[in-house]
């Protein structure tokens, strides 16, 4: 090995499965998480909930709660009222109820909030609230919403002709959002020689992180300062939020985002049990703690998907796609608080023409409030992407069954090809770059798809069930750029702060957010490859506002593609500094100097060189006439565009036909993220991202009935896969860079949860459709769904 | 409410406590005594990231009360390096890459620590089944098998 290739691994730079820096604190029990939080005097607060989807309330009795030692005080709407803060601002520019306003509009709504001494008492307080309620009609199906005759879900906006995402046109609509050429999409329908209409839901699912949501607030009296220890995936966002809406500047304003026990979309959203607390500690002058609980977290702390789409594919008989039209009926619960960027009301989900070159199309989508929890957000996904992969990944199946094509064939002969990039989408994506052909091709190869086909077949002549799904997918994410997104007005860039120490360590901050994902790692991996300084000695800060640059936070898989970048641009300025540094320790020009893996050196006399730990020294005592000391650099980094990471899945399911229990064979996953940065991180978050995946095809629902009561709110009735049934897993990739990207890396933990579902959820199709099965059966795959299918097909007979 | 009062070890140190009998063992251990190791995921017995070891045998803190631990001895997270080494299910966890947000982590740890004495040489399925009390949202479980292994691996090798 040349010395240069050891220096370069001594950094432990981008590339290298460095072992994670979080690690040692979490495998000794010395994370701090927000329940770890207790400061000096904290009271607990807990929520007061309502049992009803949607009632009146007639009257609520604090007295013996108060009454009881160790309750200090007892909220509800009416105590918030006088400070303006009973209902709150959404990211989607809707309002919603902090506490009940007069009446609920969704079981498990908060209504008042009961401050003691502790959680016990703070349990026992909130037992003593005495609510009565009148109990009003429900609206539970989203197809009904809108009906002449439905109840209203949400008095407040009677009357009002918009609520903060356009126009609407009932009581419980929320906005209608359309994207694409609907006439010449239609026009290529009525001439189109094959079309096909399939209806499909995306359940309602619920991101459900393993640490629920909660904070500490604390308000200082005398200083007039509020800190504010949160979940949260956006700190910063968070508080420039608790500014407009409290009124204390920002400056006296700080959120702590500490260690987070993962977030999936869960935590990007402010929720009222936030909002509640900040408000407690304001008014009694003591720090409040809040942590739902589990049924709380599944119940209130937003959704995901519950999009119940009709999706048309035209075609030649060829099976060459013409157009794509999707119709959307998006239910978000009793408020439009779905966290999306301010502008995007169905998100980003017009990516749904998918890894596909169709010509044109349409989508549209209308929201709807019902009497269920508010939410809509974005589970391990960017803005609604996994409905659009869904939606298209299965129509492309429903076609190549309608024309009897294999679906690997019927992909292959729609795939953008590589030569197409960057690649205009009919739905105004530029997809930056992209090779779908290879990386199909390497997995079939892997898997011996020919060989899985003929299986199958042979299988089927024995009467055994065996399913193959493929999905090939498109994502889009790191949002983004801020002429397209922004988030109640601030552009969606980020952020990164490196400052070197004469001794040539480094501490950078960060405007995003780990979640598990391993941030103190890989953002350090990054600076070590653009500085040449060794990983081991770059610290990374992220999540307190007080210390870091201000950022968007990480969801939708931004932080690579946005804060990765700000990252190194915020290296390359310190690198041009340091070259001047050096140029003038080595008296020659900047132009004679070369970069060479940890040092500049001059070309053509590679002994002449100062390391960057010679430069950072001298940063600090001897620079070239009139350049400012230190060595230092902050970027806003605004993405020219979003990066389009992909991936080609397959599955191999065995299905029980007595029982209808599903047994998954194989899953054979690659990724293409562009540039990887750290292989180890991405293998996990591959693996973590895929049993997600698995989780909402195979079993997760937040199940309503027709009253408006949640179903499965615990950890008995939601499914999460144990080690039992979770499958194992191969993975696979490409590496296909970003362009735009200033080191090709595109994002890649939520594509194994987009990719998959439609995976898995094609293989149980795939299963039942070479029995003849006519229609499209949806999710969730459990057994007794399956079972039921097998029934109604008459194959669970000997 | 009255209190009780309780006595046991803790990570091998003697601790004495006043505690309310309806009180859970996990609420004591981590809001009373101080060792937040241990976490809260459920409070119903389904996901095990608060199991901590009780007599030599892996327990959901949050399925006992309190003064159940009376006179017990019970072993966290933090009591599970030794004289400033780490124990093998640790080593194991980080090398692996067995872990992400974290939060999970103590439970498996504990978990992991006992079902080794249990089953030293245990094969993937009894890993899977002997683990299954224990949930992780994060890491799909696969470098959690991996680090079971390797730490069994590494025991037997002491
Ligand atoms: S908190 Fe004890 S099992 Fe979940
Ligand atoms: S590492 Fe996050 S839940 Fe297991």
Known sequence: MSTEDTREEELKGVGCSRKRKEDPRFIQGKGNYVDDVKLPGMLVGKVVRSPYAHAKIVSINKEAALALPGVHAVLTAEDLKPLGLHWMPTLAGDVCAVLADEKVSFQYQEVAFVIADNRYIAVDGADLVEVEYEELPVVVDPHHAMDADAAIVRDDLVGKDEAGQGSRKHNNHIFNWDVGDKDATDRAFESAEVTVKQKMINHRVHASPLETCGCVASFDKVKGDMTVYMTSQAPHIVRTVITLLSGIPESKVRVIAPDIGGGFGNKVGIYPGYVCAIVASIVLGRPVKWIEDRIENLSTTAFARDYHMEGELAADKDGKIKALRVNVLADHGAFNTHAQPTKWPAGLFSICTGSYDIPVAYANVDGVFTNKAPGGVSYRCSFRVTEAVYVVERMIDVLAQKIGMDPAEIRMKNFIQPEQFPYQSALGWEYDSGNYPAALKKVMEAVDYEGLRKEQAEKKARGEIMGIGLCTFTEIVGAGPSKACDILGVGMFDSAEIRIHPTGSAIARMGTISQGQGHETTYAQIIATELGLSSDDIQIEEGDTDTAPYGLGTYGSRTTPVGGAATVKAARKIREKARKIAAHLLEVSENDLEWDVDQFRVVGSPDQAKSMKEIAWAAYNNVPDGMEMGLEAVDYYDPPNFTFPFGAYLAVVDIDKFTGVTTIRRFYALDDCGTRINPMIIEGQVHGGLNEGYAVAMGQELPYDTEGNLLGNTFMDYFWPTMVETPKWELDYTVTPSPHHPMGAKGVAESPHVGSIPCFSNAINDAFMQFGAEKHIDMPHNAFRVWKTLQEMGLNKD | ?158
């Open chain 2, 1 to 158: 409410m009255a209190k009780t009062h309780i006595q046991f070890t803790l990570n091998g140190q003697a601790v004495e406590t006043l505690v309310e009998p309806r009180e859970l063992l996990i609420h004591v251990i981590r809001e009373q005594l101080g060792q937040t190791g241990s976490h809260i995921g459920c409070e119903t017995s389904h996901c095990g990231v608060c199991t901590v070891d009780l007599n030599g045998a892996s327990l959901k803190s949050c399925t006992v009360l309190a003064v159940q631990a009376n006179g017990g001895d019970v072993t966290t997270v933090e009591g599970l390096a030794q004289s400033g080494e780490l124990h093998a299910v640790q080593e194991a966890f980080m090398q692996e890459h067995g872990l992400q947000c974290g939060f999970c982590t103590p439970g498996m740890l504990m978990r992991s620590y006992r079902f080794l004495q249990e089953n030293p040489n245990p094969t993937e399925e009894e890993i899977r089944v002997g683990m299954s009390g224990n949930l992780c949202r994060c890491t799909g479980y696969q470098n959690i098998i991996k680090s079971i292994q390797v730490a069994a691996q590494k025991l037997q090798a002491k």
